[in-house]
């Protein structure tokens, strides 16, 4: 069993930066794949990043935002840079066995959200 626990969200002007961290609990988080996925008012939950022994990115964060993980702390981050108002949503953490995916149904464990707000 995995426990997801996201920080680091909050408010921020149009061209800011946030970090956003995800710490996990299990002695196996190297073995997990983890990603980010965001979930805005009234749309369904997409893919932002992915990240394993590789990363991977949804077109519309590409260049901008950037996953990385710390396997002694068992963390995750993603550093979002440049943003903009339409990235604004809750941002969660999961994590699966499988190598990586890119669907939400391909993760087992979820933290419980942060949410980013960006002003125009």
């Known amino acids: 069993q995995v426990q997801l626990v996201e920080s680091g969200g909050g408010l921020v002007q149009a061209g800011g930066s946030l970090r956003l961290s995800c710490a996990t609990s299990g002695r196996t988080f190297k073995s997990y794949a983890m990603a980010w996925f965001r979930q805005a008012p009234g749309k369904e939950r997409e893919f932002v990043a992915a990240i394993n022994w590789s990363t991977y990115y949804a077109d519309s964060v590409k260049g901008r935002f950037t996953i990385s993980r710390d396997n002694a702390k068992n963390t995750v981050y993603l550093q979002m840079n440049s943003l903009k108002p339409e990235d604004t949503a809750v941002y969660y953490c999961?994590?699966?066995?499988?190598?990586?995916?890119?669907?939400?149904?391909?993760?087992?464990?979820w933290g419980q959200g942060t949410q980013v707000t960006v002003s125009s």
């Open positions: 999961a994590a699966t066995e499988l190598d990586y995916g890119l669907g939400y149904e391909e993760y087992d464990y």
